[in-house]
């Protein structure tokens, strides 16, 4: 037998499924620091961040600090720029773990504790944004729609014309029903808040990032972040 694109899809599909169910993305470090991601996430959002070369990457969603540290070091590589992030909830071992850690060294990781959608965070966050810099924006906090919603209105105005901004998590979606999921993520979930985002702004598309090398066949990304990534036109 030989497999087909399609069978990879498909088989895709069932692993995304079974690696939620046993809680696969649970299980990765970034230069020391729990990441939870997809391994694919990781490289292609590294894709469009040497492309997009962003001065300033924002997060919401800190968690241990695997991506903020995995963000920063790969601005630390291409441009020096840096990274903020945003946490409701910033523990103090992980606060410690990422202000001491070694790319932390010209601190340029900056934490705000606070939700992400409050006003007052909001504003400390516009604080840091000046000279217009370049700025990308990943949304990896809470991934109820209306959360992710507010989150869309609020950070898009930082992006920057040809950047994007990320929501996160798309397959909660497609996970409803699963383990540690309620039904009603089939439709409270980033995708429909991507949806109603878009409907409402016509500054912004959705749009997979092109793949800069493929020699394969696989054109379709194995993805957490379904339908996620939307570009800034004007
Ligand atoms: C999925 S984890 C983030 C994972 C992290 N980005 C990574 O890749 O390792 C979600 C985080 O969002 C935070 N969070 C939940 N609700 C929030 C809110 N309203 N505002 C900001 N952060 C929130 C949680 O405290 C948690 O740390």
Redesign the pocket.
């Known amino acids: 037998m030989i497999y087909t694109e399609e069978d990879f899809y498909r088989i895709s599909e069932e692993w995304l499924r079974a690696g939620w169910d046993t809680k696969y993305v649970y299980g990765f470090t970034w230069l020391g620091r729990?990441?939870?991601?997809l391994p694919e996430d990781m490289i292609r959002v590294q894709e469009v961040i040497y492309r997009v070369k962003p001065d300033i990457i924002i997060?919401?969603?800190?968690?241990?600090?695997?991506?903020?540290i995995f963000y920063a070091s790969l601005l630390r590589l291409i441009n020096n720029g840096y990274v903020i992030g945003?946490?409701?909830?910033i523990r103090e071992h992980n606060f410690q773990a990422i202000r001491n850690h070694e790319i932390n060294a010209g601190e340029d990781i900056i934490m705000i504790e606070?939700?992400?959608?409050d006003e007052k965070v909001i504003a400390v966050v516009d604080e840091y944004i000046t000279s217009n810099p370049r700025v990308m924006v990943?949304l990896?906090?809470?991934?109820k729609k209306d959360?992710v919603l507010a989150e869309l209105r609020a950070y898009s105005k930082f992006v920057s014309v040809g950047s994007y901004i990320v929501a996160?998590?798309g397959i909660a979606k497609d996970m409803a029903g699963a383990p540690r999921t309620t039904e009603d993520w089939s439709w409270d979930n980033p995708q429909e808040a991507v949806k109603e985002f878009l409907a409402e702004n016509d500054n912004f598309v959705m749009e997979n990032p092109p793949i800069p090398f493929n020699e394969g066949e696989i054109k379709k990304p194995v993805t957490y972040w379904k339908n996620g990534y939307i570009r800034r036109l004007k």
Not at 34 to 37: E, F
Not at 114 to 117: A, F, R, V
Not at 140 to 143: F, L, M, N, Q, Y
């Open positions: 729990p990441i939870i991601q997060e919401t969603g800190i968690a241990h600090g695997g991506s903020l945003i946490d409701v909830d606070g939700s992400s959608i990943i990896d906090s809470c991934h959360h996160c998590d």
